[in-house]
């Protein structure tokens, strides 16, 4: 007696034999799916047809996506020329005040700040105080890339403009350029608890970091 096979067994004698159907077109017209419009009872044809345009449909739906990130991405890179441009021609004096205006003007962010426990960058007192600065000198070293999330009990949060209404920030470890040393945290934030999200891609909050440590730490 033989042994009937397996669903499995079936499956790799096909992946086995591609042309099977086409030494047995007869079976092909005796299959019968269940479609999933609808639920009725079609034929294999048909069922491909329909497995096909689906996959089509799932293909445009990526490439849409796709499109809609490109567009959007080079809308940030053109924020980031246009405030490397502002950085040039604002005053060299005052290097932490200018980066974090200009930041705000072109990125239209609610409210940014920064800090520095360099002794050696000569920067105004008041961007070298503040009661959590070692908390916010751990996270800065702890970070590989900038976070993004809740701002619930994270340090630099104070160091923004109406912080109780701060609902979401960004925190960006400031670098000196050429090295993985913190010596300072960019810190922006907003009111809107989906405007810096876990999920986020810190590609360009990289680049805004690496653009304000040279920005600061070159004074």
């Not at 980066?99 to 609610?110: I, M, Q, Y």
């Not at 960058?121 to 590989?144: F, G, N, P, R, Y």
């Amino acid at each position: 007696m033989t042994a009937t096979p397996d669903a499995h067994a079936v499956a790799l004698y096909l992946e086995d034999h591609p042309n099977f159907f086409e030494d047995h077109p007869d079976l092909i017209a005796g299959f019968k799916l269940t479609t999933a419009l609808g639920g009725r009872t079609v034929s294999l044809q048909e069922r491909q047809v329909e497995v096909l345009r689906e996959k089509i449909r799932n293909l445009e739906l990526q490439l849409v996506n796709q499109s809609r990130y490109a567009k959007d991405n080079d809308g940030i890179m053109v924020k980031i020329h246009e405030w490397t441009l502002k950085l040039l021609a604002v005053r060299s004096d005052q290097p932490a005040e200018s980066a974090l205006d200009t930041l705000r003007d072109c990125f239209k962010v609610p409210a940014a700040s920064l800090r520095v426990w360099d002794a050696s960058i000569k920067l105004d007192a008041k961007w070298h105080e503040a009661s959590d600065l070692e908390a916010a000198k751990t996270l800065a070293a702890q970070q590989v890339n900038p976070y993004c999330g809740p701002s619930a009990k994270k340090p630099g949060v104070e160091w923004l403009s109406d912080s109780a209404t701060i609902q979401s920030v960004a925190l960006i470890p400031l670098r000196a350029p050429g090295t993985t040393e913190c010596f300072g945290l960019l810190v922006l934030g907003s009111p809107d608890p989906a405007r810096f999200t876990a999920d986020m891609d810190t590609h360009f909050l990289r680049q805004i970091g690496e653009i304000a440590s040279a920005t600061v730490h070159g004074q």
